[in-house]
């Protein structure tokens, strides 16, 4: 029983370099979620997809895009990387407004 | 704009004794509220939840308190043990979306 799987789990690059995080999850949710975690901050929502075929900006949207690839997948790319988004990044699914389930988290540095 | 925030950073108390989270939120359109516990290095876990239509949940040693008119809810853990230290968030659903807003979190440190 996976729940929520992220890849990777630690990542460094340098600025200017892309990547992509990928997120699956197996508990058939519609609504899937990417966060950012920096120190004081809390949890910022970035962007999230209510259901397949479809993505909204969260809070903190500038510097990624997203792709709803089917019901269990949810990626997030940084295009162009900068040293502003060294974070914690976390997916999550969920049925709203039940809870949300997160997977490990990806620690990014960017230099 | 903070829309859920947590003015305590961080929170120390005595093993055994009660900790109170407090949690204001400024967006009236919400309407489903959440505690989540996070360790480090871990994704954060769901704790308990409360709908606006009420102003108590209570799940074992952890009860939430709800205060609408005044935006405001709690969480109280009682009593409280060494394993409870972590970082605690409480999040907010608003009415007929599917944004989950968390807050900027409170460490909690229970020392023997």
């Known amino acids: 029983n996976a729940g929520v799987t992220q890849t990777p789990k630690f990542q460094v690059l340098k600025t200017g370099q892309s990547m992509t995080l990928q997120c699956a999850q197996d508990?058939?949710?519609?609504?899937m979620y990417w966060y950012r975690q920096d120190p004081g901050m809390g949890l910022r929502l970035i962007y999230y997809?209510?259901?397949?075929?479809?993505?909204d900006k969260g809070e903190v949207p500038n510097g990624y895009n997203v792709s709803r690839l089917n019901k269990r997948e949810f990626s997030l790319r940084l295009e162009s990387a900068a040293p502003s988004q060294t974070s914690v990044y976390f997916c999550?699914?969920?049925?709203?407004?039940?809870?949300?389930?997160f997977g490990q988290g990806t620690r990014l540095t960017v230099v | 704009d903070q829309q859920v925030k947590q003015n305590s950073p961080s929170l120390s108390v005595q093993e055994g004794r009660i900790s109170i989270l407090n949690c204001d939120y400024t967006?009236?359109?919400?309407?489903?509220f959440l505690w989540y516990k996070k360790y480090p290095a871990e994704g954060p876990t769901f704790l308990i939840s409360?709908?606006?239509?009420?102003d108590k949940n209570e799940d074992g040693r952890f009860t939430v308190f709800l205060n609408k008119s005044a935006k405001h809810l709690s969480l109280h853990i009682v009593p409280s043990q060494p394993g409870d230290s972590a970082v605690y968030f409480c999040?907010?659903?608003?009415?007929?979306?599917?944004?989950?807003?968390f807050g900027t979190g409170t460490r909690l440190q229970v020392f023997p």
């Open positions: 508990m058939n949710h519609n609504s």
């Open positions: 999040a907010a659903w608003a009415y007929n979306t599917d944004k989950l807003i």
């Open positions: 967006n009236s359109m919400f309407d489903y």
């Open positions: 999550a699914s969920s049925e709203p407004p039940r809870e949300a389930f």
């Open positions: 997809s209510a259901s397949e075929g479809t993505t």
């Open positions: 409360i709908s606006s239509i009420k």
